[in-house]
């Protein structure tokens, strides 16, 4: 082989391995996916609750506003509809009462962002949360002898924990988040038919549910 080959050969040789060591480089100096200030994620998502047992569908916006040791701290809030399930289907199988419950939940969301070092490092941003917002129930329970509807309206505290999965180097994601909430309050009764005396249980509503959300979900910034 001639030496001009030879030297373009070389070259050749050169030249590909330094992209390749720009490449591994990039990789390995690729940040982690932690929101950081200025950073909003948008995302939707389906959960189910206990206690009762419901099904639940919302959209939460979070936007990380400040470093906070090795994390971020983020502010949020959260928008969410919530049908009661088995835990309505199930008794009116049986009773001659139907019940009927959905609930709207609008709430604040305070978050702290972090990762674990060497524990999927480069594609999880894990947060913990505390909640604080407005419940309003609304319940509608008929019989043969009577009908009425209850609305109401509370304050709703809880807190969870969970974590953003980026696939690849996209801004998309997906997730999960564990939560505890409580909420309690005095339902405001409307009688359309017949007659009937309401109970203090009646008029009172408790919420303690843990629920478990799943969602998909894009970094916009």
């Given at each position: 082989m001639s030496l001009p080959a030879l030297s373009h050969c070389?070259?050749?040789?050169l030249l590909g391995g330094w992209v390749l060591a720009s490449g591994g480089a990039a990789a390995q100096e690729r940040p982690p996916p932690l929101l950081r200030p200025g950073n909003?994620?948008?995302r939707v998502e389906g959960a189910a609750s206990l206690l009762p047992l419901s099904l639940e569908a919302g959209a939460t916006v979070d936007v990380?506003?400040?470093?906070?040791?090795t994390g971020t701290l983020s502010l949020g809030a959260e928008?969410?509809?919530?049908?009661?399930?088995?835990?309505?289907?199930?008794?009116?199988?049986?009773?001659?009462?139907?019940?009927?419950?959905?609930?709207?939940?609008?709430?604040?969301r305070l978050g702290y962002h972090f990762t674990l070092a060497n524990r999927n490092y480069s594609k999880v941003d894990l947060f913990g949360v505390l909640l604080g917002g407005v419940l309003?129930?609304?319940?509608?329970?008929?019989?043969?002898?009577?009908?009425?509807?209850?609305?109401?309206?509370?304050?709703?505290?809880?807190?969870?924990?969970?974590?953003?999965y980026f696939p690849s180097s996209s801004r998309l994601f997906v997730g999960g988040e564990a939560r505890l909430r409580f909420s309690?309050?005095?339902?405001?009764?409307?009688?359309?038919?017949?007659?009937?005396?309401?109970?203090?249980?009646?008029?009172?509503?408790?919420?303690l549910g843990l629920s478990t959300a799943f969602f998909v979900g894009v970094r916009l910034f």
């Open positions: 070389r070259t050749l040789l909003v994620d948008l990380g506003v400040l470093p906070l040791a928008l969410s509809g919530n049908l009661c399930a088995l835990a309505c289907w199930v008794p009116n199988l049986f009773l001659d009462r139907d019940t009927s419950r959905w609930e709207l939940s609008a709430v604040g309003e129930p609304h319940t509608t329970v008929t019989t043969p002898a009577y009908r009425f509807e209850g609305r109401g309206r509370g304050p709703v505290f809880g807190l969870g924990i969970g974590g953003n309690t309050g005095a339902y405001e009764f409307t009688l359309s038919r017949g007659t009937h005396e309401f109970t203090d249980d009646e008029r009172r509503w408790v919420r």
